[in-house]
């Protein structure tokens, strides 16, 4: 069974840092590797539709940015650990949200949440003075 694990989620306040985790296991069931799967974190806040955040192709290491977030957040990986992160600075309360990991092996649009097809639970980011 695939899994995704989100953790590092938490309250900060406006200015603040995060480093979201994302772990995985299990990718050997779909027949691929880490290596061989588009990564994304994606964030959904309430009432509002899930959003594309960062993405990263693992094999590569090429990135993908929502333009909300350039130059504040950075997605990165630890291949050796099947792990995804994502380095969140200077934190606005509008980043308040629900934020998921999220794996394919074949992705088209990487900031599309329609494109994965794993998923993990999530962790709550809450950005408040």
């Known amino acids: 069974e695939v899994q995704l694990v989100e953790s590092g989620g938490g309250l900060v306040q406006p200015g603040g840092s995060l480093r979201l985790s994302c772990s995985t296991s299990g990718l050997s069931y779909t027949g691929f590797t880490y290596s061989d799967m588009h990564m994304a974190w994606f964030r959904q806040a309430p009432g509002k539709e899930r959003e594309g955040v960062a993405a990263?192709?693992?094999?590569?290491?090429?990135?993908s940015y929502a333009g909300f977030v350039k130059g504040r957040f950075t997605i990165s990986q630890d291949n050796a650990k099947n792990t995804l992160y994502l380095q969140m600075n200077s934190l606005k309360p509008e980043d308040t949200g629900m934020y998921y990991c999220?794996?394919?092996?074949?992705?088209?649009?990487?900031?599309?949440?329609?494109?994965?097809?794993?998923w993990g639970q999530g962790t709550q980011v809450t950005v408040s003075s």
């Open positions: 999220a794996a394919d092996t074949t992705v088209s649009y990487p900031l599309r949440h329609q494109q994965y097809t794993y």
């Open positions: 990263i192709n693992a094999a590569a290491g090429t990135t």
